[in-house]
């Protein structure tokens, strides 16, 4: 019985305390950087200069080659395509 009592304080004990747990980021990092060469219209961003995050579009993260098929007729029937993404 008292196992059982010292069991239920625990939980609910862990539960109190879980419950002030607060997992935000009061200042978050940028987390897309779309590389630019221009340092004069850029922002930078640790060590990279960046299109400003207000500036980015949804083509800036399109790469076309993805979507076309390639050629598989090989002994596996695969093909690879090697990406660079920074």
């Known amino acids: 019985m008292m196992k059982g009592v010292h069991f239920l304080v625990a939980a609910v004990l862990l539960a109190l305390v879980s419950s ?3 997992a935000f980021d009061p200042s978050p990092l940028q987390d897309f950087c779309v590389a630019l060469n221009d340092s004069a219209s850029a922002v ?3 060590g990279k200069f960046c ?3 207000k500036l ?3 083509d ?3 790469f076309s080659r993805l ?3 390639r050629n598989t007729e090989n002994q ?3 093909m690879l395509l090697c ?3 920074t």
């Open 20 to 22: 002030f747990a607060s």
């Open 44 to 46: 930078f961003v640790n």
């Open 51 to 53: 299109k400003d995050p």
């Open 56 to 58: 980015a579009t949804a």
């Open 60 to 62: 800036d993260f399109f």
């Open 67 to 69: 979507q076309n098929p």
């Open 76 to 78: 596996l029937d695969q």
């Open 83 to 85: 990406l660079m993404l």
